[in-house]
């Protein structure tokens, strides 16, 4: 499925002549923190005076002399691909990312890239990864990019389609899925609370609960946020702020309180015990 890969940390001579003994025709050195193929490197063990290495973390991969008709970069979808173009290097460069000069070909998803596909949808979907883009080299992945993984607008030019559309529809439904699911969770919520508290709410009106709750706890998220000057700046920890008078108000007597009690013992409310006799 893949050439055999391995992550090295401050690659040396000795070390790179170890891996050269596995692979004679040569590996490829690729920097963890670039991208658009930058500081990609082949050693093909007399060149070592040429490369331009540092103390960073390396990934080193078979050579695959294949790449010299392309690297093919299909978009995957929810675990499915959606679109593909073979990039070709320059004259001169076995990399083909268009960063690095390389051209966008019109391509095909054959047999063997869907079963590439198949092989790794359940990793995608099962890590979150519901867009990416993978790379294939003479029938081998060699990368699956995550974190902005390009070619879309080379895919739509080279087939006349728009992956975009597909994306954000998927995007769509996705949110509407989760926001369909939060709000069953805070519906259910919201007959716990009114259950727990003997409040009785009507049907209809839990939505508008629901939504001040969701307020509520929004709020609550951004004085979590919020530093202690700023809090002071906003007089919300200011006690002078939630100052009222201290007004005699009519109150309600004994009887009509314990209606609302489930059980009663005279003019107490019965509960179950909560703390245990020892």
């Known amino acids: 499925l893949i050439p055999k890969t391995f992550l090295i940390d401050k690659p040396n001579q000795s070390i790179l002549e170890e891996y050269i003994e596995i692979f004679p025709t040569g590996i490829v050195i690729k920097p963890l923190n670039l991208c658009g193929g930058e ?98 080299i003479g029938g081998k992945l060699t990368e699956i990019n995550i974190t902005s ?15 975009e559309k597909n994306v954000l529809d998927f995007i769509v439904e996705k949110l509407k899925t989760w926001w369909d699911f939060k709000m069953s969770e805070e519906k259910e919520l919201v007959k716990k609370i009114s259950k727990l508290s003997r409040l009785s709410v009507e049907e209809e009106k839990i939505d508008s609960f629901v939504k001040n709750f969701s307020e509520i706890l929004s709020y609550i998220e951004l004085l979590n946020l919020a530093s202690e000057d700023q809090l002071e700046k906003n007089n919300i920890t200011n006690p002078d702020y939630a100052k009222r008078d201290d007004d005699s108000i009519s109150k309600l007597d004994v009887d009509e309180v314990l209606k609302n009690a489930p059980r009663k013992d005279g003019n107490f409310f019965l509960v179950k015990k909560v703390i245990d006799e020892e």
Do not use: W
Not at 112 to 128: A, G, H, R, T, Y
Not at 149 to 163: D, G, S, Y
């Open 39 to 136: 500081g990609v490197q082949m050693y093909n063990g007399t060149n070592f005076d040429s490369l331009n290495l540092d103390d960073s973390q390396y990934i080193i991969q078979e050579f695959i002399k294949e790449v010299y008709e392309g690297d093919k970069r299909i978009i995957m979808l929810n675990g499915e691909p959606l679109g593909a173009i073979l990039r070709v290097a320059k004259e001169g460069s076995f990399i083909c990312n268009f960063h690095a000069g390389g051209s966008p070909y019109p391509t095909e998803i054959n047999k063997d890239d869907i079963n590439i596909c198949n092989k790794i949808k359940s990793f995608l979907i099962e890590s979150d990864i519901y867009f990416a883009g993978i790379d294939i």
């Open 149 to 163: 993984p390009t070619c879309v607008q080379e895919i739509n030019r080279a087939n006349n389609v728009k992956l």
